[in-house]
């Protein structure tokens, strides 16, 4: 079985920076795509960061320019550097991968997220 677990969350003033992690452990053939999302009580979920196994990206504008998705493969593990934080951006940070773990079998996964508090 594959198991996505997020870190790094934490409570911040505005201005500050976090970076979260997500690693993905188990039966692991090879991890595609990757991305984060984040859901605020009241508001639908956000995708806001993705990286393809190629290492492209994508970004809400919300978070461009001040957010980074990088990744290290080895680790199997997925970063979001997040600067200049804004009390917008309070919220709780899923990450998803998309994972191959045979052949022929590839599925999505999410961890249990991970706490951002922004504060003003």
């Known amino acids: 079985q594959v198991q996505v677990v997020e870190s790094g969350g934490g409570l911040v003033q505005a201005g500050g920076s976090l970076r979260l992690s997500c690693a993905a452990s188990?039966?692991?053939?090879?991890?595609?795509?990757m991305a984060w999302t984040r859901q605020t009580p009241g508001k639908q979920r956000e995708l806001i960061a993705q990286i393809t196994s190629g290492g492209s990206t994508n970004y809400a504008d919300s978070v461009k320019g001040r957010f980074t998705i990088s990744r290290d493969n080895a680790k199997n593990t997925v970063y979001l550097q997040m600067n200049s934080l804004k009390p917008e951006d309070t919220a709780v940070y899923y990450c998803?991968?998309?994972?191959?773990?045979?052949?022929?079998?590839?599925?999505?996964?999410w961890g249990q997220g991970t706490q951002v508090t922004v504060s003003s």
């Open positions: 188990g039966t692991i053939f090879r991890i595609r795509d």
């Open positions: 998803n991968a998309r994972i191959q773990s045979t052949n022929l079998v590839i599925d999505d996964y």
